[in-house]
Every structure is written in structure tokens, then in C-alpha cells.
């Protein structure tokens, strides 16, 4: 009975990657004698955050040792949208694509962060620290009682990070006509508010996140999904550096 109560839990998810076919495998899945722990989705949360940094660290030497790292930024861009790809739509495959979708976004990312450090030297620190802190903040308030993520909470952030999805693919393809959503990149009032807002629901999807690795290891999840749990994760602390760095340049370049 609780395996099935989780199966249903996991259906009324607010996070896409929860949506997908890791929750709504038949019943027989949840036979297996092995399931799923909280501290064994903190312990791989921990190891991709690990191999996100070591290759990001390698991409930054390199750009600062004058070599082109194009081919690492834009190869990890991509490999990694193909990882997590395999991994939201063969969630099985968790424990395998997880970890390579880390080391390819430390890729991407490592190349990212140098490109915004070299424009504004320090803003790198300030971005980690912001993300970690953010993190730590609402994974207190969601184990004190302060945010609950509730069935309205979790429709409200769907649809606005479906609205933010939408709106960014939108532009992307606007770009390959010269033209762009101009407020998404602006450093001006409306620019400004809207990385705030994107900020705000990214940092609140980590509240989703919390929500449902803690109910699938209370209602004994396949072994698996501890990987997929800290994919996810990783996703949304990804997406929330990436927007806080972001946000931090618009902020700079005022000045």
C-alpha cells in the first residue's frame, strides 16, 4: 500500500524531471528487496556536485592557460542535455547517465564561469556562495514546517517553470533570426526583475526536490531513484547558479 501511495505521490509532482517515467513505472517495479535512502541520495547528491567540479575546474585552467575551450562548453552543453535526457525518460539508467551528465555539465559550466569571471572578476565566488546558501536556507525552511509544499505550491511552480522553459526555447530559436526576447538579457528594471523572478522559482523547485526524495525513501522507491533523486538536484542547482550568475552581471554591468 505504501509503495502504491508513493507511485501516486510522485504522479502529482510539480518538478518536470519528477514527471517522467521514473514515477509512474507499474507496481512490479517496487518489488525489488533494495530501496531507496535518504542518506544514500545525500552521498550521491555530494559525488555529482564532486565530478561537476573537477571537470568545471579543469575547463576554467584551461581557458586561463590561453587554450580554446569551445569544443568542452559547447560538447558539454550538448552531452549533457543528451544525458539528461536518457536519464528523465530511462530513469533505470540513473546510476550510469547521472554521473556522466555531472562531469559533462562541469564542463560546460567551468567554461561559463570563466567567460563572467573575466568580465567581473569575483562575481564566480559570490554565484557559489548565493547558490549554497539558498540551498541550505530552504532546505531549513522545508524541514522546519515553513514551506510546505502543497498541491497548489507544487501546480504554481510547475507552470511557471513550463512558462520560463517555454519562454527561453522561444528565444533561442528567435536568435537564429537575429532577434531576441530583448527584457531576458536586459540589465535594465525589467531585466533585472525578470532574473529575479526565474531566480526565485528555481531556488523554490529545490523545495519540490526536497519533497519528493524525502517521500520516496519514506515509502521505500526502487535503489535506482536514489541516483535520479540527485540528478535531479543537481539539475535545479545547475539552473539556479547559472541564473544567480546571471543575475549578478546584469547587477555589475549597471555600475
Given at each position: 500500500?505504501?509503495?502504491?501511495?508513493?507511485?501516486?505521490?510522485?504522479?502529482?509532482?510539480?518538478?518536470?524531471?519528477?514527471?517522467?517515467?521514473?514515477?509512474?513505472?507499474?507496481?512490479?517495479?517496487?518489488?525489488?528487496?533494495?530501496?531507496?535512502?535518504?542518506?544514500?541520495?545525500?552521498?550521491?547528491?555530494?559525488?555529482?556536485?564532486?565530478?561537476?567540479?573537477?571537470?568545471?575546474?579543469?575547463?576554467?585552467?584551461?581557458?586561463?592557460?590561453?587554450?580554446?575551450?569551445?569544443?568542452?562548453?559547447?560538447?558539454?552543453?550538448?552531452?549533457?542535455?543528451?544525458?539528461?535526457?536518457?536519464?528523465?525518460?530511462?530513469?533505470?539508467?540513473?546510476?550510469?547517465?547521472?554521473?556522466?551528465?555531472?562531469?559533462?555539465?562541469?564542463?560546460?559550466?567551468?567554461?561559463?564561469?570563466?567567460?563572467?569571471?573575466?568580465?567581473?572578476?569575483?562575481?564566480?565566488?559570490?554565484?557559489?556562495?548565493?547558490?549554497?546558501?539558498?540551498?541550505?536556507?530552504?532546505?531549513?525552511?522545508?524541514?522546519?514546517?515553513?514551506?510546505?509544499?502543497?498541491?497548489?505550491?507544487?501546480l504554481m511552480i510547475f507552470a511557471a517553470t513550463g512558462g520560463i522553459a517555454l519562454l527561453y526555447f522561444v528565444n533561442f530559436i528567435m536568435m537564429f533570426f537575429g532577434s531576441s526576447i530583448?527584457?531576458?538579457?536586459?540589465?535594465?528594471?525589467?531585466?533585472?526583475?525578470?532574473?529575479?523572478?526565474?531566480?526565485?522559482?528555481?531556488?523554490?523547485?529545490?523545495?519540490?526536490?526536497?519533497?519528493?526524495?524525502?517521500?520516496?525513501?519514506?515509502?521505500?522507491?526502487?535503489?535506482?531513484?536514489?541516483?535520479?533523486?540527485?540528478?535531479?538536484?543537481?539539475?535545479?542547482?545547475?539552473?539556479?547558479?547559472?541564473?544567480?550568475?546571471?543575475?549578478?552581471?546584469?547587477?555589475?554591468?549597471?555600475n
Amino acid at each position: 500500500m505504501a509503495r502504491h501511495r508513493a507511485l501516486q505521490m510522485f504522479g502529482r509532482s510539480g518538478n518536470p524531471a519528477f514527471r517522467s517515467k521514473a514515477f509512474t513505472q507499474r507496481s512490479s517495479d517496487f518489488s525489488t528487496s533494495e530501496v531507496m535512502t535518504l542518506s544514500g541520495t545525500v552521498n550521491k547528491t555530494g559525488f555529482y556536485l564532486l565530478l561537476c567540479f573537477m571537470t568545471a575546474a579543469w575547463t576554467w585552467n584551461q581557458l586561463y592557460s590561453g587554450a580554446d575551450v569551445g569544443i568542452y562548453l559547447w560538447g558539454g552543453l550538448g552531452g549533457g542535455f543528451i544525458a539528461a535526457l536518457v536519464t528523465i525518460f530511462k530513469p533505470t539508467l540513473a546510476p550510469y547517465s547521472a554521473p556522466i551528465y555531472a562531469l559533462l555539465e562541469g564542463f560546460m559550466i567551468g567554461g561559463i564561469s570563466a567567460i563572467f569571471e573575466s568580465m567581473y572578476p569575483g562575481i564566480v565566488i559570490q554565484a557559489v556562495g548565493l547558490t549554497f546558501g539558498t540551498l541550505a536556507a530552504l532546505l531549513m525552511a522545508y524541514k522546519t514546517g515553513l514551506i510546505k509544499p502543497t498541491e497548489n505550491f507544487r501546480l504554481m511552480i510547475f507552470a511557471a517553470t513550463g512558462g520560463i522553459a517555454l519562454l527561453y526555447f522561444v528565444n533561442f530559436i528567435m536568435m537564429f533570426f537575429g532577434s531576441s526576447i530583448g527584457f531576458i538579457h536586459s540589465n535594465g528594471f525589467f531585466g533585472i526583475l525578470f532574473s529575479l523572478v526565474v531566480v526565485a522559482i528555481a531556488a523554490l523547485n529545490l523545495v519540490l526536490d526536497f519533497d519528493f526524495i524525502e517521500e520516496a525513501s519514506e515509502h521505500g522507491a526502487p535503489k535506482y531513484l536514489e541516483a535520479y533523486g540527485a540528478f535531479s538536484l543537481l539539475v535545479t542547482l545547475i539552473w539556479l547558479y547559472l541564473e544567480i550568475l546571471r543575475l549578478l552581471a546584469k547587477l555589475q554591468s549597471r555600475n
